[in-house]
């Protein structure tokens, strides 16, 4: 049965990951199955951020467990970001004896080869690697959209926020080429792609450890020129490297959008610094200000995380009067979760549960209570919509994104799809805005 599955798990790294992991099965001669059900091949690309994203992943397997008992011929793998640590490869073999195949994110190259073993051995195939030798260029890509592409600039992350699993699994910062960036960008752009995603754990690290150094704004440049391309975005960056230069390339490219994700975890002065995130509040705050006066149009989102150890009362107000101060457009929310191996699991003054749900719910409403009035800005405006498509359940309306990367519904045919057309935003909802064709 040459058909496959991948179940994928995580951050938009790990979703580029899986269009390659598809692009190499493709490449053997592998097909797309429909389902779980009549697929010959489950692959599971995971991730361990999060107890909530491996609680998933342990959840999907051992419902799995049916479908290996009524077709031995099945062979489910299990990759990506958990097997990287030891402990969780053991804990998967142990409590799933019936993977046949384990690897982590370093040698996801490898699969054609540990494939044809598993298959051949019919016996448990397991190979993870400490860390990466180098970047693989070449890899085949099977992407799922047409027109808004992935593109990875740099793996890893060398940061080590206290909380944080993401260097461990994913090694230290390594910089893509910019040559090889910019001829899969030059490619895209012939195929009708109209906008790329630059991906990195920390995009303004770019290029740091090249031999020629360039930064990121100095790859910014060398994009804009790419024919075919409209938009370029770009994630994540860290608030500590967003420098002036970056501000100031993106705001007179025509190319870059105007969104700026900036994660800046707390709003308390102590706790950043027990995060090690390298920032005060006062320099976060005064760089959300510098980027809305050069860029009055900008729309600027984060990644906020509650009950991180020692966080008091007062931390926790500072991280409410931060967001009202910011004015997030929009914010992902999290609950701090200790993460074996890093500083911050056996800091003392853990936070109790209740107290997080209750602080997560609070910021929560405020944030909501932001986006709509964010959004409620941007009626009477006219934008410029890239059209994604048909919205999926409303046949008749068409669904896009504005440069700041807000969703938006408005009616039109689907021979729009790829197009930029102006539309005039009439109606703001919490997660998306309707409008009209100008
Ligand atoms: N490299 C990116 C994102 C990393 S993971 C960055 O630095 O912004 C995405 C988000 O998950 C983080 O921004 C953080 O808010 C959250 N996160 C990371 N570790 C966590 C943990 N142990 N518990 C809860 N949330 C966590
Ligand atoms: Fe994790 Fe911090 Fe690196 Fe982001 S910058 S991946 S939060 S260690
Ligand atoms: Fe998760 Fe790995 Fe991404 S741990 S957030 S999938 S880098």
């Known amino acids: ?38 697929a010959g091949i489950i692959l599971l690309n995971t991730c361990c951020v999060r107890e909530t994203a491996e609680n998933k992943v342990f959840s999907l397997l051992g419902r799995l467990r049916r479908l290996k008992g009524e077709n031995p011929e099945l062979l489910i793998g299990v990759c990506g970001c958990m097997p990287q640590q030891d402990s969780m490869t053991n ?29 051949e051995k019919r016996e448990p195939v397991g190979e993870i690697w400490p860390a990466p030798e180098g970047i ?36 230290r910062e390594r910089s893509r080429d910019p040559g090889d960036i910019v001829s899969e960008v030059t490619g895209l752009g012939r195929q009708g ?35 075919g391309i409209e938009r370029i975005r770009y994630l994540t960056s860290h608030p500590r490297d967003f420098n002036d230069k970056l501000v100031r390339t993106i705001a007179t490219s025509g190319k870059v959008c105007e969104h700026f994700h900036l994660p800046v975890q707390s709003g308390s002065n102590n706790i950043l610094e027990i995060m090690n995130r390298g920032y005060t509040r006062e320099v976060y705050l005064n760089l959300i200000e510098r980027i809305k ?6 729309t600027v989102t984060t990644d906020i995380m509650v009950g991180f150890p020692g966080e008091g009362e007062r931390d926790f107000y500072d991280t409410l009067e931060l967001v009202r101060q910011a004015r997030f457009d929009s914010s992902y929310t ?56 048909e919205h999926k359940s409303s046949p008749g309306l068409l669904l896009g994104r504005n440069r700041g990367n807000k969703r938006v519904v408005f009616p039109g045919g689907k021979d729009l799809s790829g197009a930029t057309v102006p539309v005039l935003i009439t109606k703001a909802h919490l997660a998306y805005l309707v409008g009209e064709q100008k």
């Not at 058909?3 to 053997?28: P, R, V, W």
């Not at 099977?142 to 994913?170: D, L, Q």
């Not at 006066?293 to 900008?298: C, K, R, V, W």
Request: with cysteine; proline share 4%; charged share 25%.
């Open 193 to 227: 792609c109209r906008e790329v995603v630059l991906l990195g754990q920390n995009v303004n690290s770019y290029g740091k450890d090249l031999e020629k150094v360039l930064d990121f704004a100095g790859l910014l440049e060398r994009l804009e020129t790419i024919a």
């Open 1 to 38: 049965m040459k058909s496959y599955i991948i179940k994928t798990f995580g951050c938009q790294m790990n979703e580029h990951d899986s269009e390659i992991l598809a692009g190499m099965l493709e490449g053997m001669g592998y097909m797309p199955s429909s389902g779980l059900e009549d």
């Open 293 to 298: 006066t050069l860029i009055p149009q900008a």
């Open 91 to 119: 804990r998967i073999k142990r409590l799933f004896p019936y993977v046949d195949l384990i690897f982590g994110t370093h040698n996801m190259h490898r699969l054609p080869e540990l494939l044809a073993k598993a298959f």
């Open 136 to 171: 693989i260029e070449g890899l085949p890509v099977k992407r799922k959209e047409n027109i808004r592409a992935w593109v990875s600039i740099m793996y890893g992350c060398n940061n080590f926020c206290t909380y944080c699993i993401v260097p461990y699994v994913r090694g």
């Open 334 to 389: 999290f609950v701090y979760n200790a993460r074996q191996g890093t500083p911050a699991a056996t800091m003392a003054k853990q936070v109790s549960q209740p107290v997080k749900k209750e602080r997560i719910q609070a910021l929560i409403k405020l944030q909501n209570s932001l986006s709509l009035e964010r959004n409620m800005e941007e009626i009477g405006r006219v934008q410029e919509i890239l059209v994604e498509g």
